[in-house]
C-alpha cells in the first residue's frame, strides 16, 4: 500500500526538526547545512551514498551528537547541549542501529525490559510483562526467554525495536537496520517496520532499502556530501529524480530490473 502525502489536507506537526544544522569532525563537514522534519506519524526514508552524513544527521537528531550550527527541535522546542534532561529526551527518541546491541547476558525479554525498569522505574514483574506484549508485536513471543546468541540476525534486529519501542517514544530512528542482514532476514524486519508505519509510528530511516523507501516512506530525503540534494514523495525522488546526482545513485541502485522499466 502506498501512503499518499497529497491525500492529507492537515499538515502533521514535527516531532523532531533540524533546522539549518553543520555537524564537522575536524577538517570534514559531515552535516553541511540541513533542515528537515520529521512529522507526526510520517515515515521519512533517508537515502544517499555512503560518506553523505545521514548517520550524523540521525545522530544529531537523537542529541547523540551536538551540532556545530543550527539547532534541534523536539516538539517544536529546542534542544540545548546543556539542557539537563538530555538523557530523558533521548529516551522519548528511540533508535535502531546497523548492529543490534543487545545486551548478550540478558535473556531478550530482560533486553526489552531494562531501560523499563531503569528509567521508567517499572517493577520487574510488570516490564516483564510489557517486553511480551512488545516481543509478541514484532513476532518473537516464543524467544522471550532465550538469550540473544540464541536468535537469528533478523529477530536480534526484531527484538532491538521491540526495545526501542518499550520507552514509548515519541519518534523512531533507524539507521541501516537491514544491511547487516541476508535477504530472506531483511524481509521479517522491513515487515515489522512496515507494520509500525501502517500503525502511525513516527519514523526515520536510513537504508539502502529502495523498494522498502518507495512503498512506505512519505517522504524521501537524499543526501550527498552532506547535504540534501532532492526531497519529496517517493513517486517523484526514486521514480522522477530531477538532480543529476539523485539520478545516478537510482540507477546504480535499481540496474534495469524487472524488464529495464526506466523513467
Ligand atoms: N566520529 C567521527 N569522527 C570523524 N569523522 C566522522 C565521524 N563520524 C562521521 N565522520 C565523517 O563524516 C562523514 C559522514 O559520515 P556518516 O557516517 O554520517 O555518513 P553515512 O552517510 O552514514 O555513510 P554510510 O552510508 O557509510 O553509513 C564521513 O566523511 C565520515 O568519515
Ligand atoms: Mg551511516
Redesign the pocket.
Known sequence: MQPDPNADPQPKAAVLEARGIVKR??G?T??DGISIEVRAGRVTAIL??????????LRCLNFLEVPDEGEVLFGGVPVRARDRDLDGLRSRVGMVFQQFNLFPHLLVWENVALAPRLIRRLTRESARRLALGLLDRVGLSDKADAHPSQLSGGQQQRAAIARALAMEPAALLF??PTSALDPELTGEVLGVMRTLALEGMTMAV?THEVAFARAVAHEVVF?DA?QVVERGPPERVIDAPANERTIRFFARQQPLAGGGDRR
Do not use: C, H, N
Open positions: 569532525f575536524g570534514v559531515a552535516v544517499g551514498p555512503s560518506g553523505s552524513g545521514k548517520s550524523t544527521l539507521d541501516e536510513v543526501m552532506g
